[in-house]
């Protein structure tokens, strides 16, 4: 759904449909919050190189490992179209609970098809990419609806919703 889809895209990746696999501009703006930080707190991985470490690489965090990533990425954006890598992303990235792809995740999560689902349960899913276990729903609930309402915001910050439509009873 094209909600699915919007909440994914502003909370993984703004500038999907702009970069060709790395996004120089999302790398400088982790460094840069990272360094604030005093620590790793935030990812500059595209969707497209979330996708060739799932289906290529380990999650190991050594520099070789994000620069074949990066590799593979502009490979695969040289090789497929951007609706196509968001296809193999949407269908393959790991959701916790055993749910591989967005599909699954809505069937074990919400017991519907992804065809069914609302907003709310549209970000929630596109919150579990970066910690599927640490936001699973079943086993840590408070942090999943946190996870959730911090992409409806997301959604808010991009302008796909209104501050209104993104609050949740």
Same mark, same amino acid.
């Given at each position: @759904?094209?909600?699915?889809?919007?909440?994914?895209?502003?909370?993984?990746?703004?500038?999907?449909?702009?970069?060709?696999?790395?996004?120089?501009?999302?790398?400088?703006?982790?460094?840069?919050?990272?360094?604030?930080?005093?620590?790793?707190?935030?990812?500059?991985?595209?969707?497209?190189?979330? $996708?060739?470490?799932?289906?290529?690489?380990?999650?190991?965090?050594? $520099?070789?490992?994000?620069?074949?990533?990066?590799?593979?990425?502009?490979?695969?954006?040289?090789?497929?179209?951007?609706?196509?890598?968001?296809?193999?992303?949407?269908?393959?990235?790991? $959701?916790?609970?055993?749910?591989?792809?967005?599909?699954?995740?809505?069937?074990?999560?919400?017991?519907?098809?992804?065809?069914?689902?609302?907003?709310?349960?549209?970000?929630?899913?596109?919150?579990?990419? &970066?910690? @599927?276990?640490?936001?699973?729903?079943?086993?840590? @609930?408070?942090?999943?609806?946190?996870?959730?309402?911090?992409?409806? &915001?997301?959604?808010?910050?991009?302008? &796909?919703?209104?501050?209104?439509?993104?609050?949740?009873?």
């Amino acid at each position: @759904p094209k909600p699915l889809v919007q909440a994914l895209l502003a909370t993984e990746d703004r500038r999907f449909y702009e970069h060709r696999g790395v996004d120089p501009v999302g790398i400088a703006r982790a460094v840069v919050a990272n360094v604030l930080a005093g620590g790793a707190r935030q990812g500059g991985s595209t969707l497209t190189q979330q $996708l060739a470490r799932t289906a290529c690489l380990s999650n190991d965090r050594a $520099l070789h490992r994000k620069v074949q990533e990066a590799f593979l990425a502009v490979k695969l954006e040289n090789a497929l179209s951007k609706d196509e890598i968001l296809a193999l992303y949407l269908n393959n990235v790991y $959701l916790g609970e055993g749910a591989y792809g967005f599909g699954g995740a809505s069937r074990i999560y919400f017991g519907k098809p992804i065809s069914r689902l609302d907003r709310a349960e549209c970000a929630l899913l596109a919150g579990l990419p &970066q910690a @599927p276990t640490g936001y699973d729903p079943f086993h840590h @609930p408070k942090r999943a609806i946190a996870r959730r309402n911090r992409v409806l &915001q997301n959604m808010v910050d991009v302008g &796909q919703l209104s501050p209104g439509d993104a609050e949740i009873l």
